[in-house]
């Protein structure tokens, strides 16, 4: 079993110091353009908490993932979802899956507290590596290259986008389009590999955002559950479900 070289905590946003900031923003500019610190600062303080990801020798920050949490209605039912901001790993760190399981704790979490309210991942993504988070830890996603988005999914989607992003959200593209660009992969990690294209989640991201590289964002959402995530993630919130779950009596005081 490979052993990680990195462990995570998941910290509010208010706690964060000017240290662990300054190390957030480094990574971010090293690996977008057109990005600044204003920017940064105001979408982080939008955030609830974010997830660190450390060097586990030298404690070293070596990425992050900015978290909130959105209540909305849909039809009348109450429902909530993650929303994901800026999230980076520094490329000595990549492989790495700290972040993954980080993550799926976070959820797992969130999905305990309220297990009666549907819980969803609102990703935005300008990149295919982040696109393919969703089918590494999703059964079902939406958009995909291989379904037509179910009309409640895509009510979800309009809803969570529009509510963000207002001015900016296209619904005809499902495109978050910006007028001028908040972030975009710097040359080198915008170039699509030949190897990539082989993948159909890969083809599909680029044909559906084609202006990635401008930082065009593109809006996708998952339903966060143990029926419809994958291995790891699906074992993590069955175990909060059952740890949380009311006891029958006979259980209480066998």
């Not at 600044?36 to 992050?64: M, V, W, Y």
Request: hydrophobic letters at 40%; one cysteine or more; charged letters at 25%.
């Amino acid at each position: 079993m490979r052993i990680s070289r990195l462990f995570s905590e998941t910290v509010p946003v208010e706690e964060l110091g000017v240290s662990e900031k300054d190390a957030m923003y480094a990574l971010l500019a090293e690996n977008y353009e057109n990005v600044n610190r204003p920017c940064f600062e105001a979408d982080l303080f939008e955030k609830d908490c974010s997830i660190l990801l450390r060097d586990a020798q030298d404690h070293t920050l070596r990425g992050f993932s900015t978290q909130k949490v959105m209540r909305f209605h849909v039809d009348g039912q109450p429902l909530r979802a993650v929303f994901s901001g800026d999230t980076i790993i520094a490329r000595s760190h990549w492989g790495e899956q700290e972040l993954g399981h980080a993550w799926t704790r976070f959820v797992a979490g969130l999905r305990a507290e309220e297990a009666d309210v549907p819980l969803y991942w609102f990703l935005i993504s300008k990149g295919y590596r982040t696109y393919l988070f969703l089918p590494l830890f999703f059964h079902q996603f939406f958009p995909r290259h291989d379904q037509v988005t179910p009309a409640r999914e895509q009510k979800i989607l309009d809803t969570l986008a529009s509510t963000r992003y207002p001015e900016c959200y296209v619904r005809e593209s499902g495109l978050i389009v910006f007028p001028e660009s908040h972030g975009n992969l710097n040359r080198e990690l915008a170039e699509i590999e030949p190897r990539r294209l082989r993948n159909p989640h890969v083809r599909f991201f680029l044909s559906k955002n084609p202006g990635f590289a401008i930082g065009h964002e593109m809006a996708c959402l998952a339903e966060i559950s143990a029926e419809n995530m994958r291995s790891y993630a699906s074992r993590m919130l069955r175990e909060n479900e059952s740890v949380t779950a009311p006891q029958e009596p006979s259980a209480l005081y066998a």
